[in-house]
């Protein structure tokens, strides 16, 4: 069974822009979950995705933003990029998604803003 | 808001020495998952914890969650290279939520 791939794998932008992350999760898991981490702040949770619908939410501005489609491909949105936002952005997925069931993660994109 | 403390944050052992991570709660949670990092790697599930008082063993690692289900750890006995990596507990709010504790880095001196 593939595992959790997510593109690109590495990404340079400037602050402003905006930029979109992809993950594809392991064949048969409904439930997307995005992470950022960064060396200062561990592994902060964003949001996750269960069958198209967003049903859970972390801390973080409305600039980061996501989705998830049918096929339970999940996107997720950065815009107006800024300087802090430059981390290593994973996302796991699950088979049932909440809190109880093992997260299988993606290897990541490193994101970084100039 | 939910907070997940974990210490320390770096350990630096000789090879067959000890090694142990402690993890805790602002709140009861209703599981802890633990994972491990290698450098240049990505999060791997090690194990789940439920119950009260439960203690599993995978090994040389043994996993403890507290009888309050506000705490847990993860002891390694006679470390080796290969555990070189973060250790990341995650607790599990009744929100849903997992929230993940900041790491222990292992280095482990050959």
């Known amino acids: 069974k593939a595992g959790v791939t997510q593109t690109p794998r590495y990404l340079i932008k400037t602050r402003g822009q905006q930029v979109t992350l992809s993950c594809s999760p392991i064949?048969?898991?409904?439930?997307v979950s995005w992470y950022q981490q960064t060396p200062g702040q561990g592994l902060q949770f964003l949001f996750e995705?269960?069958?198209?619908?967003?049903?859970n939410k972390g801390n973080f501005p409305g600039r980061f933003s996501g989705r998830q489609f049918s096929n339970s491909r999940s996107e997720m949105n950065v815009s107006t990029l800024e300087l802090g936002d430059s981390a290593l952005y994973l996302c796991?997925?699950?088979?049932?998604?909440?809190?109880?069931?093992?997260?299988?993660f993606g290897p990541g994109t490193r994101l970084t803003v100039l | 808001g939910q907070q997940v403390m974990q210490i320390p944050q770096y350990q630096h052992v000789q090879e067959g020495e000890d090694f142990t991570t402690y993890c805790n709660s602002s709140t009861t949670l209703s599981n802890i998952q633990w994972y491990k990092q290698r450098p240049g790697g990505h999060p791997v599930f090690l194990i789940q914890l439920v119950k009260s008082g439960e203690v599993k063993k995978q090994k040389r690692l043994t996993f403890q969650f507290g009888e309050a289900k506000k705490n847990s750890s993860l002891h390694i006995t006679a470390t080796q290279t290969t555990d070189v990596g973060t250790y990341f507990c995650a607790g599990a709010s009744n929100t849903g939520k997992l929230i993940f504790g900041q790491g222990t880095t292992l280095q482990v001196k050959p």
């Open positions: 995705y269960f069958s198209e619908t967003q049903r």
């Open positions: 064949s048969g898991h409904r439930s």
């Open positions: 796991a997925s699950s088979f049932s998604g909440g809190s109880n069931n093992e997260q299988f």
